[in-house]
């Protein structure tokens, strides 16, 4: 089992083969603490709101492969995003371009600005999907700097659990009406504060959403780290949903 459904994973026992749960423990550090500290570990020179160039490989179980080029600018609320794709209907390859910079988007398809709005909804290419996809993309590869944003709530205790085998210190998350509805926990390792995970609920109580184990890290020259393989599955029934990987990093002056 690759990873487990709950924070405080479910372990069998071997003489009686009943589920056991391992207990969770309070931790001294507080919320606060806890993120300072891993920010500290993986942008210690304060850089991930200069821009920096991603590439990524995004794998689907179907065998989809995706190669995206994103461009994140924090300062300026900004990203640049290319990507080649297989059309599954007219099996022709397809070169994608946006630009999301405040509320403005602008986008291409193999080249040319004249993007009907059937194209735009089919690539994913829309006012209000490319807007998404830069939030999506900052709030993911901007972890756990992304959890000092404004409107973002930092529940106390922060716990020692297990997560995808191992000890990690768990931290719940909420946010204020206006930035969003879910529920999210955080694992960092409890030494180096790396994060090593997280998962996120619609309704915690329907057990619905997902979790991403995280593997491997890498290090851009001005030594931001990042995690280096995402791995998403459901909650429901622990269904694989797919693996995105940083291929490079790279600081933009």
Do not use: C
């Not at 709950?6 to 391992?22: I, Q």
């Not at 999907?129 to 922060?158: C, E, I």
Request: charged letters at 30%; zero cysteines; proline letters at 6%.
């Amino acid at each position: 089992m690759k990873a487990y459904r709950f924070a405080n994973y479910v372990l069998l026992a071997a003489a009686s083969g009943l589920p056991l749960v391992a207990s969770s423990q309070p931790s001294t550090l507080s919320p606060e603490e806890l993120v300072e500290r891993a920010i500290g570990y993986h942008d210690p020179k304060n850089v991930w709101q200069d821009p920096h160039e991603l590439r990524l490989e995004e794998k689907r179980p179907n065998g989809v492969v995706r190669n995206t080029r994103i461009v994140l600018n924090q300062r300026r609320a900004a990203m640049e995003m290319e990507r080649e794709l297989l059309d599954e209907e007219t099996k022709q390859k397809v070169a994608l371009w946006m630009s999301v910079v405040g509320e403005r988007v602008d986008r291409k398809i193999n080249g040319s600005r004249d993007v009907s709005e059937d194209d735009a909804e089919r690539y994913r290419l829309g006012p209000d999907q490319g807007r998404s996809t830069r939030n999506y993309y900052a709030y993911l590869y901007g972890l756990p700097m992304k959890l000092k944003d404004p409107g973002t709530k930092l529940h106390s205790p922060v716990r020692t659990v297990a997560f995808d085998g191992k000890e990690a210190l768990e931290l719940r998350v909420t946010y204020s009406e206006e930035v969003g509805s879910d529920t999210w926990y955080f694992y960092f390792h409890p030494e180096r504060f790396a994060l090593i995970g997280y998962r996120f609920y619609h309704d915690e109580s329907k057990n619905d959403g997902e979790y991403i184990t995280l593997a491997g890290e890498m290090e851009s020259p001005d030594g931001m780290r990042l995690p280096q393989v995402r791995t998403w599955y459901t909650h429901a029934d622990d269904r694989l949903l797919g693996t995105d990987s940083i291929v490079s990093l790279s600081p933009l002056r």
